[in-house]
Structures are given as structure tokens and as C-alpha cells.
């Protein structure tokens, strides 16, 4: 048994959004075999519930406090030294001093790093503690993505970002042992811009917990009796979500209530913004935190996921898969899960192709069912956590 440093810069439960559900199974994994001294950061402060499950499965665990308003104004420093602007907002003297605590009395035979801006407590340590990053996307292209549909000065803070994570990006892959993306597009991406990484960078791919994604005959209809449920889910303060639900409900809804009166938009996640408040009404349900999303998937008519900006796999798309729902997605989002229509993931470029497969879903509720069983044995046969997660365990042996 290994002593591993495992960084994170959210902490990694509840899984209940895209990159806890992902370090939250990454730490399971490494449980299996190592003691793990476990660095993360509370941002939420709904998150301070949870420590002590996240403490009984990880003993050796440490947590700094960040409040994202002073955390912002602190980031803007990154401007006067020319570095990332997401590099400052993660610097933390005490999670500084606490690796280096870690590193002296328990000698760490390798550090795990989840995304880039973690990697600044580890690159100190390194080569003597080889690094393993885990960059999961390359963040540098999504801050890119996100110039194009915001105004200046925003725009050109967001390029500005997207130029530093790259070259931030660049170094951390250059010093660490290795390097994983979560899809192959991901990593060929990368490659791209970062030809020197080439040997050093691999795929470790997302998967879902189907046993807790499961359809249960049982579980209650949180719907009105009548009407048909279109769902998306998502933390809803997560601007790609908060974009796509608003393209959504302007280019699609309208058309959708023209052919099913009874169709009604169910936007279902943590976190909603004032923007995603405000496209509540009679025909938007803005539910903010559930307890469990699972119901709303289970008994939905159809779920959709329109995100015009988006990298990688996205978990919600597996999810709603595992619990036997077609998704209608674009087409960028369902290459990365690799599902063909066939299989449960229905790809639409615009909204004419959205409402075109809504139809299918929605005037075939039985065609629907059968696409959804079949959407559920693809997850169950190439989605496993384990056999993913799996591709860091050699990595990890050479490192030690």
C-alpha cells in the first residue's frame, strides 16, 4: 500500500455534478489499494454537511475554505503577474502548508493531481513525488469557447484565460510522470496544441454508477398527471448549462407547445441563476436542489441535453442513459460517449433537428421505452467506473 497526495479543487461529494462525480470515483478507486491524504477546497457552503461521510471514507483528509466572492477579487491579481486568472483564485497558503506537511513526515510515493489548478501544490514536490494529473478537459479551450458569446471586456478576459491555462496547461504536462484527458477527442486536442506532451498524455474515460441509476418500478412521479416532462439536469450556475437551457426555452419551447400542448421544460439541478430563474413560468419548471434527480429522469417524456458549449463526456448524458432514457444531445456531446442514435443518443445540430427527434420520442412513447433499454445495456457494457478508472494503476506502479 502506497501513501498518495490526491488534490482536488472541489470536494469530491456528493457526486451530484460533473467533476465531483468523476474525483469522487477516482478517490474511490485509489481507496481500494493506497492510503490517500486527500487536499480539497469547500466552495459551497451546503458542502460542510458532508464532511463527515467524505471523513469516515478518507480519514487522512484536509479542507480549506474558499468564499467565491473574495476568491474572485483575489484571482484578479493573476492579471498583474501575467499567469492564469484560475491559478489565483485556487492559491491557499494553508492548503500550501499542509502539502508540504504531508510531503515531509508520510514521503508520498506519487501525487494525483484533479485539474490543472491543483497542480501548483504538487509541481514543488516534483520529480522527487512524480505527478499524475488528471485534467479531465482541456479548461484552456472551454475559456476560448466562451469569448465568442459574451461582449467585451468579458471577451477578451475570457481569450486572455484561455491563452495562460494553455501555457499553464503546457508546463504542468511537461512535468508530470502522466498526463489523462477523458475522451480521445480530449486528448487529441490537447496533442495539438501541446505537441511536446506527445507519449506522456492518454484517454481515462468517465463512467456511471448503474446500480444507483437504475429505473425502480416503485420510485414516484414527480410530474402532473397529463402532462408531458422534457428534463434536463445539471448544476445550473454552470454557465454552458445556464447557455444551453436558455437556447432551449428561446428557440425550442415555443415550437414544442405548437405540437404538444402538454409539453412542459423541467430545468432540474443545484444552484440556478438569476438568468435561469427568471425563464421560469407557466411552461418552465426551474426546480433548484432535489434530493434525488433520479425521479425526474426515470418518468421523464424525453430528456435533453442542448449544450452549445461543452468538452468531454458529459455525466448527465450517462446517467439519464443508465436510468433507460433516450437523450437528444448535439452532436460534439454524443461523439464523446460514442452511442449512435440506435443505441439511445440522438444527435440535432439546431432546433429544428431537436424537435425533429423530440418527435420521435414523444408521439412513440413505446419507441421511446425500447430505445431507452437499449441506451442503458450500452452504458452497462462500456461504461463501467472500474474498467476505466483501471488505466491509472499502472501508472501509479511505474511511479513507485
Excluded at 498518495?4 to 457526486?15: G, M, N, S
Excluded at 456511471?208 to 398527471?225: H, I, L, Y
Excluded at 448527465?316 to 449512435?340: F, R, W, Y
Excluded at 431537436?354 to 461504461?383: C, S, W
Aim: with cysteine; proline share 7%.
Amino acid at each position: 500500500m502506497a501513501n498518495l497526495l490526491y488534490l482536488v479543487h472541489r470536494l469530491p461529494y456528493p457526486p451530484n455534478k460533473g467533476d465531483k462525480v468523476r474525483s469522487y470515483h477516482l478517490l474511490r478507486h485509489l481507496l481500494q489499494k493506497h492510503r490517500v491524504f486527500l487536499g480539497t477546497f469547500i466552495d459551497d457552503p451546503d458542502d460542510e454537511q458532508h464532511l463527515p461521510t467524505l471523513k469516515a471514507m478518507c480519514p487522512d483528509l484536509h479542507v480549506e475554505r474558499i468564499q467565491p466572492r473574495t476568491a474572485r477579487l483575489m484571482s484578479a491579481t493573476g492579471l498583474l503577474r501575467g499567469e492564469a486568472l484560475t491559478l489565483a483564485y485556487y492559491r491557499n497558503a494553508g492548503m500550501r502548508r499542509w502539502v508540504e506537511q504531508v510531503a515531509n513526515a508520510h514521503a508520498p510515493q506519487a501525487s494525483v493531481v484533479f485539474s490543472s489548478a491543483m497542480a501548483q501544490y504538487a509541481q514543488p514536490l516534483a520529480p522527487q513525488v512524480p505527478m499524475l494529473v488528471d485534467f479531465v478537459d482541456v479548461d484552456s479551450a472551454k475559456w476560448t469557447q466562451y469569448a465568442p458569446a459574451h461582449r467585451w471586456p468579458m471577451s477578451a478576459v475570457y481569450r486572455r484565460e484561455g491563452a495562460r491555462l494553455l501555457a499553464y496547461e503546457r508546463e504542468v504536462a511537461q512535468q508530470a510522470r502522466r498526463s489523462f484527458f477523458v475522451t480521445p477527442n480530449e486528448t487529441a486536442l490537447f496533442l495539438s496544441q501541446a505537441p511536446e506532451a506527445t507519449g506522456r498524455v492518454q484517454s481515462l474515460s468517465n463512467g456511471v454508477d448503474a446500480d444507483f441509476f437504475a429505473p425502480d418500478p416503485a420510485r414516484e412521479n414527480p410530474f402532473v398527471n397529463g402532462e408531458q416532462a422534457v428534463v434536463f439536469t445539471g448544476a445550473m450556475d454552470y454557465w454552458p448549462n445556464i447557455d444551453g437551457v436558455s437556447w432551449f426555452v428561446a428557440d425550442m419551447l415555443p415550437r414544442l407547445r405548437a405540437h404538444w400542448p402538454n409539453a412542459r421544460f423541467y430545468i432540474v439541478g443545484r444552484s440556478p441563476s438569476a438568468q435561469v430563474q427568471a425563464l421560469a413560468s407557466e411552461h418552465v419548471v426551474v426546480t433548484g436542489t432535489v434530493p434525488d434527480v433520479r425521479p425526474y429522469l426515470q418518468h421523464a417524456a424525453a430528456v435533453v441535453a442542448p449544450l452549445r458549449v461543452a468538452r468531454g463526456i458529459q455525466n448527465k448524458i450517462l446517467e439519464a442513459m443508465a436510468m433507460e432514457q433516450a437523450v437528444i444531445t448535439v452532436p460534439s456531446c454524443a461523439d464523446a460517449i460514442g452511442a449512435s442514435a440506435e443505441q439511445g443518443l440522438l444527435r440535432a445540430d439546431d432546433a429544428d433537428g431537436f424537435l425533429q427527434a423530440l418527435q420521435q420520442l414523444l408521439d412513440a412513447p413505446a419507441q421511446a421505452q425500447a430505445l431507452g433499454q437499449e441506451a442503458r445495456r450500452f452504458v452497462l457494457q462500456g461504461f463501467s467506473w472500474q474498467a476505466h478508472l483501471s488505466g491509472i494503476d499502472a501508472c501509479l506502479q511505474e511511479a513507485h
